[in-house]
DNA sequence: TCTGGGGTCCTAGGACCC
DNA sequence: TCTGGGGTCCTAGGACCC
């Protein structure tokens, strides 16, 4: 059996790099991403991680700094992103067989066997340039046996420039000293909890975790951890993923951009999350079983009482029609809220998610609306979801309209240069 | 004043069965 | 009076990822 070789390709500063494509002129000006609602920092610029600049440090911590150095902010654009990651993505399909996109903004390939026709280090050089002449934006490339050690391939590779952004592990010595070099917290899987907990058993490097006992760390951990170790010892443990497996859940929930108190705005809101999580649904050809919701206020704010409830309903047989499952919401809604509160959040998921194939009737017939089987529901459905793709101006639940109270902030936010016709980038 | 959103996997513990 | 032990299913909670 051949030694199966991964490399991982991923984008430096991925949203930071989106927005600065688009504005050269702020080419070596420090850049940062914030989340929804203008909250805390997702992406920097290296410009501004050299400032200091930490990752999810809530924007208002750092006032001082934006102002003296002119660091520019950006409202995070999920629509610009998610269409330069797809431009990324489909640059790397034409190049490798098998492509595992692991995220907006990384992705494995399957290189085994490539050696016969071009060295790893010359692939990822290759694979480097082409994305950055394609699509515009810089990767780095970490090539190793496993995906942990290619992980670890890229960070070295991003870590130091010396590497020219492309590094090959598949050498188990090299392997090994880049091992003894990178402290325990950056190997992937080992998070905050488990990098203190190690520190605490005198494991601080990637290598010391390797070699330590396997079922010490079963026991003293879980089966994930000692498979990351083997992992580092280029043993293979992760399965491929050809294709992505179906979800499990679907989530849509979202902070407000300023508190709600009345029942109605909340179930504006509601209705609106409710009906994106169905078109997710109905995007991926699944079935929903159960339906949950919740509100919240802002647990930050001290100030103010607290109040935090879910609930949730099973269906008598799978739905994916926006009617039904925004009745339920609506339903479920009601009967957790309470007058007095400054909400915060609201939300709902989608879960026990089936496809076709796995449905069954409902034993009480199919009267409902929307049911499984109802071929006016899915009719209808489709169509709605075909003029939402093609036009601009929406079909909605009538609770929908109107400007929403809870929108969120986004102060900071940059046109949709490459989905929308009326927001190309012009050259002057 | 201000603190994201959307996921997955694993484990422990309780209920229940034989 | 004795009060086993293995298996399964479910749920809540914790940890991780980007």
Excluded at 162 to 170: P, Q
Excluded at 255 to 273: C, D, I, K, M, R
Excluded at 371 to 397: G, Q
Aim: charged share 25%; glycine share 6%; net charge positive.
């Amino acid at each position: 059996m051949k030694q199966p070789v991964f490399a991982l390709v991923d984008c430096n500063n991925f949203y930071a790099s989106c927005e600065k494509l688009f504005r050269p002129d702020l080419r070596n000006t420090p850049v940062v991403v914030l989340s929804n609602n203008d909250g805390c920092v997702v992406a920097r610029s290296k410009e501004a991680k050299a400032l200091g600049i930490k990752m999810g440090v809530p924007v208002h911590h750092i006032k001082q700094e934006i102002r003296q150095h002119g660091i520019q902010l950006f409202s995070s654009n999920y629509t610009l992103y998610g269409d330069m990651s797809h431009r990324v993505m489909m640059t790397l399909e034409a190049m490798a067989p098998k492509v595992d996109v692991y995220s907006i903004d990384e992705a494995f390939l399957d290189l085994t066997g490539l050696e016969r026709l071009m060295s790893y280090q010359n692939f990822g050089q290759q694979a480097k340039d082409t994305v950055h002449q394609n699509v515009g934006l810089p990767v780095c490339v970490g090539i190793a046996p496993t995906r942990t050690l290619a992980k670890l391939a890229n960070y070295a590779a991003k870590k130091y420039p010396a590497t020219g952004g492309v590094v090959d592990l598949t050498n188990p010595a090299r392997q090994r000293r880049l091992l003894a070099r990178v402290p325990v917290d950056e190997v992937w899987g080992v998070g905050r909890k488990i990098a203190s907990r190690l520190q605490a058993m005198n494991i601080v490097t990637a290598i010391q975790l390797a070699d330590t006992d396997l079922a010490t760390l079963r026991k003293r951990f879980s089966v994930v951890l000692e498979r990351t170790a083997r992992e580092l010892n280029g043993v293979p443990c992760l399965p491929w993923e050809d294709a992505p497996p179906p979800k499990k859940q679907i989530m849509c929930s979202r902070s407000f951009g300023q508190p709600v108190y009345a029942l109605a705005n909340l179930e504006e809101a509601v209705t609106h999350f409710a009906t994106r999580a169905t078109e997710k649904l109905r995007g991926g050809q699944q079935y929903a079983g159960e339906l949950m919701v919740f509100i919240r206020t802002n647990p930050f704010k001290s100030t103010v009482p607290q109040y935090s409830k879910s609930a949730s309903v099973r269906f008598i047989s799978a739905s994916q029609d926006s009617r039904v499952i925004v009745q339920h919401a609506m339903n479920l809604l009601r009967s957790i809220y309470r007058d007095g509160f400054e909400y915060a959040k609201a939300g709902v998921m989608l879960s026990e998610l089936t496809d076709d194939s796995a449905l069954q009737d409902d034993l009480f017939g199919s009267s409902e609306i929307g049911t499984a089987h109802s071929a006016r529901s899915e009719r209808l459905m489709s169509v709605i979801d075909e003029i939402n793709r093609k036009s601009r101006a929406k079909i909605c639940m009538a609770r929908e309209t109107g400007p929403a109270v809870y929108a969120m902030r986004r102060e900071h936010l940059s046109p949709a240069y490459t989905t929308d016709w009326g927001e190309l980038p012009r050259v002057l």
